[in-house]
């Protein structure tokens, strides 16, 4: 005779499928795979392959209800290589995006009332194994193309694109509005800034299925006014290459809000920390 199921074991299974489904429970699942998955990432970095390190504070370093805890990282090699036609370039990306609300159960990159929305920060990586200071050209000087090709790779091939924006609809218009030389950045002198004016889709849609990119930043909760539309966003890139990892550095900010954009410098990506990895022993 087959036993019955006791009625607090059902209440406990139902009350526990429930709690799957609140937004607090969407964020722990996104911490809990963005940390399993940044970690795994980070072994296939440059970072890793070259022996440095790139400590960039995640949203914990302020007070503010801003930016998501932690940064993560992403690799993407081959992608890159084949957006840009040369099979010796690899990328590592760092990255940060807007903080989840409790409520909506996803991140307000997708809440177009907040100054976050569709905003992120953190590095670009990038290595041409044939020994080239990509983003630079032979004086040391700053290739526009290139540079900008970094983040709107990022842009559409990684987060546009994984939403259900097609590629006739995608837009980055970027417009460098100034550039200055010889800048001290993150305990290094000889970094470029540059700033520009950026024309792109901003991510609110109405959620679709099977999106993988949900995992991370939650479905979103928030009505759009017009599903990825094209808006004015503020940009700032501080460029430097390494020689002695054969590695260009470009630390980046992109937002709606220039005020954001400035805090976010200040408070946040200026205090990133770079340094050798001394081999063990």
Not at 22 to 49: C, D, F, N, Q, W
Not at 140 to 154: A, C, W
Not at 239 to 264: G, H, K, M, P, Q
Request: hydrophobic share 40%.
């Amino acid at each position: 005779m087959k036993k019955k199921v006791p009625v607090k074991c059902i209440i406990v299974i139902l009350s526990v499928f429930l709690f799957l489904l609140t937004p607090p429970a969407i964020y722990l699942r996104s911490l809990l795979v963005m940390s399993v998955y940044s970690g795994h990432m980070k072994k296939e970095s440059l970072m890793e392959e070259k022996g440095f390190d790139i400590h960039i504070p995640g949203g914990l370093a302020t007070w503010k209800t801003d930016w998501y805890p932690f940064v993560m990282t992403f690799v993407d090699n081959k992608g890159f290589q084949s957006y840009m036609g040369n099979k010796n370039l690899s990328l590592t990306i760092l990255y940060n995006f807007p903080a989840f609300s409790l409520l909506n159960g996803c991140s307000r990159l997708f809440d177009e009332k907040s100054p976050y929305f569709n905003g992120f920060y953190g590095a670009y990586l990038v290595s041409d194994s044939s020994g080239k200071s990509y983003g630079f050209d032979s004086d040391g000087n700053i290739n526009k193309r290139e540079v900008i090709s970094v983040p709107e790779f990022d842009f559409y091939w990684l987060v546009l694109q994984d939403f259900g924006l097609s590629q006739e609809d995608f837009i980055f218009d970027c417009e460098i509005t100034e550039i200055k030389e010889d800048i001290s950045y993150s305990g290094f002198d000889g970094w470029t800034r540059i700033d520009s004016d950026i024309m792109v889709n901003h991510a609110c849609h109405t959620a679709r299925q099977n999106v993988m990119s949900y995992l991370q930043y939650g479905s979103p909760n928030y009505k759009p006014s017009s599903e990825f539309a094209v808006i004015p966003m503020k940009g700032r890139i501080y460029a430097r290459y390494f020689s002695e990892w054969n590695v260009s550095i470009f630390y980046y900010i992109i937002t709606v809000d220039e005020e954001i954009l400035e805090e976010c410098d200040e408070k946040i990506l200026s205090r990133s920390k770079l340094e050798q990895v001394l081999p063990d022993g």
